[in-house]
């Protein structure tokens, strides 16, 4: 059967110069960090909740926030080496249907005003080369009330200096 020829070919298909997308069963940048952050923040006021200095990228991330005093425009912002990724409201994201992981940046996991609060997934898998901040602006509501904002997030550098 030597003498045959290679009707399939095998013999001219070089492994080695075929391009494969790497498969990824473990983390690039090594062992994940973690951050906690709880900020209050009033009616009609941006404030940051959490910022990673360095090169890295994002793990896993959850942001929520519980009870009444939340407005429908409610806002979270992403943002990637000062560039704004994502800075869409609530009621868009809802509206949207923005429930079910996609490679969107932020995923929405509860939209209540009224009881239950807001909670959002970050899409793990994006990097960034200096920076990664997220925040949160609380809008207009007809009474007066600041939201309290927990964020967990997972996350790992190649440099930098981390949390700030």
């Keep these: 059967m030597a003498d045959l020829p290679d009707f399939t070919n095998y013999s001219y298909v070089d492994l080695f110069a075929q391009t494969l997308k790497p498969l990824i069963n473990r983390f690039m940048y090594g062992a994940p960090d973690y951050g906690y952050s709880q900020v209050d923040i009033e009616e009609t006021q941006t404030e940051t909740l959490i910022t990673i200095l ?15 005093n939340l407005g429908s425009l409610d806002t979270l912002t992403v943002e990637m080496d000062n560039e704004v990724v994502t800075d869409l409201a609530f009621n868009e994201l809802y509206a949207y249907g923005c429930f079910f992981p996609t490679p969107f940046p932020v995923t929405l996991t509860s939209y209540d005003l009224a009881s239950v609060g807001i909670a959002a997934l970050l899409t793990p898998g994006y990097t960034f080369e200096s920076k990664y901040t997220l925040r949160w602006y609380h809008s207009p509501i007809p009474w007066n009330g600041k939201v309290t904002v927990q964020t967990w997030i997972y ?4 440099s930098g200096v981390g949390i700030v």
Excluded at 54 to 68: D, M, R
């Design 155 to 158: 996350f790992s550098l190649i």
């Design 54 to 68: 360095g090169k890295g990228q994002i793990y896993a991330g959850l942001v929520a926030t519980g009870g009444a």
